[in-house]
């Protein structure tokens, strides 16, 4: 097989390097390809953009997971005449608003 070459060179003085040398070095011709070549198609889908559809599911999880903690009570219940007079009175604010908008 006529594959594609190339030549990896790793810096004695940083030790990362030196360890990750030291490790290829220890595997046979072929472990140490399957390895390198794993290791680039591992760091190229952890770089992929996400979808947008796995981010909202990310944020659906994550929501899910931040409110299964919380306790929530249930406010206390107006009673409609008043709940109705407010309304009004908020939509009078809303109108005499507009009158300056």
């Given at each position: 097989m006529n594959g594609f070459r190339f030549t990896?060179?790793?810096?004695?003085?940083?030790?990362?390097?030196?360890?990750?040398?030291?490790?290829?070095?220890?595997?046979?011709?072929?472990?140490?390809?399957?390895f390198l070549v794993g290791a680039v198609l591992s760091?190229?889908?952890?770089?992929?953009?996400?979808?947008?559809?796995?981010?909202?599911?990310?944020?659906?999880?994550e929501l899910a997971a931040a409110l299964s903690g919380m306790e929530f009570t249930t406010p206390p219940q107006k009673n409609s005449v008043a709940a109705d007079v407010q309304i009004q009175d908020d939509l009078s604010i809303l109108e005499d608003l507009e009158l300056f908008g």
């Open positions: 990896l060179r790793f810096r004695a003085d940083n030790e990362a390097e030196r360890h990750a040398a030291e490790y290829l070095k220890s595997r046979k011709h072929g472990e140490q390809n399957r760091a190229l889908r952890e770089n992929t953009t996400a979808s947008p559809e796995s981010i909202r599911q990310i944020i659906r999880e």
